[in-house]
């Protein structure tokens, strides 16, 4: 079964790593990558759809996040990113991504120390932490990985390595996982 979504001449060309950020068992036979932009509007759109497609599929699904901040036309972009990789090592990623995007539209505004402080993280090892060349390194390393991978825009998705082309959308995404899975 050729199943169009998936497309083949697209290959994932970073292997998913234990640096990279991930829900859900190493051992499942899916591993959905999103490349995603904290301003991007269609990544916003797509947090409920693979929220969605997690639920669906359980222990089936490995979730992992790579950044790929478009900073010419989100130029918040990076700076949520960092915020993300700050919190990241009070082990608070996923609680800064899932705060990232639900106050995307004030990004410009919103006080990421304000927000780290919501989340409980530690402010003053935030704030050193925030800036860090470490964090841009890791960023930049995420993006160029992307722009290898053939990533143009986001959010970009890959099936167990394979770029999916599909419509966003859990009914559409679970169906091309049965694809991916075998």
């Given amino acids: 079964m050729n199943d169009p979504s998936m497309n083949k001449g697209h290959l994932l060309a970073e292997p998913v790593t234990e640096q990279d950020h991930a829900v859900g068992p190493a051992s499942a036979p899916i591993t959905i990558v999103e490349y ?9 759109n797509a947090v409920p759809v693979i929220e969605g497609v997690r639920q669906s599929l359980g222990g089936r699904l490995r979730f992992v996040f790579r950044h790929f901040p478009q900073s010419s036309i989100h130029p918040h972009a990076s ?9 990241a090592e009070q082990g ?9 995007f639900q106050h995307q539209k004030e990004l410009a505004e ?5 927000l780290a ?5 530690e402010i003053y090892k935030f704030e050193t932490s925030r800036n860090q060349e470490k964090h841009r390194l890791r960023i930049r390393t995420d993006f160029e990985s992307g722009l290898r991978s053939g ?3 986001t959010p970009t998705l890959f099936m167990n390595g394979r770029r999916y082309d ?3 959308n859990a009914k559409a995404i679970i169906a091309a996982t049965e694809t991916a899975a075998r």
Avoid: I, N, Q, R
Wanted: glycine residues 10%; contains cysteine; negative net charge.
């Fill in 117 to 121: 402080l919501t989340l409980g993280l």
């Fill in 166 to 168: 599909g419509p966003v």
């Fill in 110 to 114: 919103v006080d990421l120390s304000h």
């Fill in 36 to 44: 995603g932009d904290y301003e991007c509007p269609d990544c916003l």
């Fill in 79 to 87: 700076a949520a990113a960092e915020a993300a990789e700050a919190a």
């Fill in 151 to 153: 990533v143009k825009g």
């Fill in 92 to 100: 608070k990623f996923w609680e800064m991504h899932a705060a990232l």
